[in-house]
């Protein structure tokens, strides 16, 4: 029965979530005037609301702005800025510059691939909640190795604190889903 109640609410919470980000979609669209010459602002503002363009999202951009969704679609797929895919609640970014290079930022990349089962061409975790980035210099090389998780950056990395890391967030989020 408590399950019952619990998903409804969950339903429920869900699909209002939904509604504020399409809410602050049509904003983000109005405060650019519907202008197709805001086309990359837009894009920009309203990834920072899902963290990636789901398709249907653009679709409606596109509606607004009076362009074809295509138009849409390469330009969200020219810039290497625009994802196009659901990232995982966290995002984590190894950097891979030179001086982390040195340092063994590989074996951390390894590290993330091997704890939340990703490879060279699946880079986000089932359960919906990792992405893995390598990414070059993060202007920290004196605390090389360097992870970068959301905004937290994480210095003098090793393999055992990045598994404590990963840890450490799965014992949070289920904590968090528990109650
Ligand atoms: S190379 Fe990694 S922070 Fe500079």
């Known amino acids: 029965?408590?399950?019952?109640?619990?998903?409804?609410?969950?339903?429920?919470?869900?699909?209002?979530?939904?509604?504020?980000?399409?809410?602050?979609?049509?904003?983000?669209?109005?405060?650019?005037?519907?202008?197709?010459?805001?086309?990359?602002?837009?894009?920009?503002?309203?990834?920072?609301?899902?963290?990636?363009?789901?398709?249907?999202?653009?679709?409606?951009?596109?509606?607004?702005?009076?362009?074809?969704?295509?138009?849409?679609?390469?330009?969200?797929?020219?810039?290497?800025?625009?994802?196009?895919?659901?990232?995982?609640?966290?995002?984590?970014?190894?950097?891979?510059?030179?001086?982390?290079?040195?340092?063994?930022?590989e074996t951390l990349i390894k590290t993330v691939e091997t704890e939340l089962k990703l490879d060279a061409a699946k880079r986000a975790s089932d359960d919906g909640l990792f992405t893995l980035e390598t990414v070059a210099c993060l202007g920290s090389c004196g605390t090389a190795p360097v992870v970068v998780i959301n905004e937290e950056v994480h210095g003098n990395m090793t393999k055992e604190k990045t598994v404590e890391l990963i840890k450490n967030i799965r014992l949070r989020e289920k904590g968090a889903a528990a109650k």
């Open 1 to 105: 029965m408590d399950t019952k109640i619990n998903s409804k609410k969950k339903a429920a919470k869900e699909s209002d979530t939904k509604d504020v980000k399409m809410q602050r979609v049509r904003d983000i669209i109005a405060k650019h005037n519907f202008s197709a010459q805001q086309l990359i602002p837009i894009l920009q503002e309203v990834q920072d609301i899902y963290n990636y363009l789901p398709q249907d999202v653009m679709e409606y951009i596109a509606e607004k702005l009076g362009i074809t969704a295509g138009h849409v679609f390469g330009v969200a797929t020219f810039y290497a800025h625009f994802t196009l895919t659901p990232k995982g609640k966290y995002v984590i970014r190894v950097c891979d510059g030179t001086a982390c290079h040195v340092k063994q930022s």
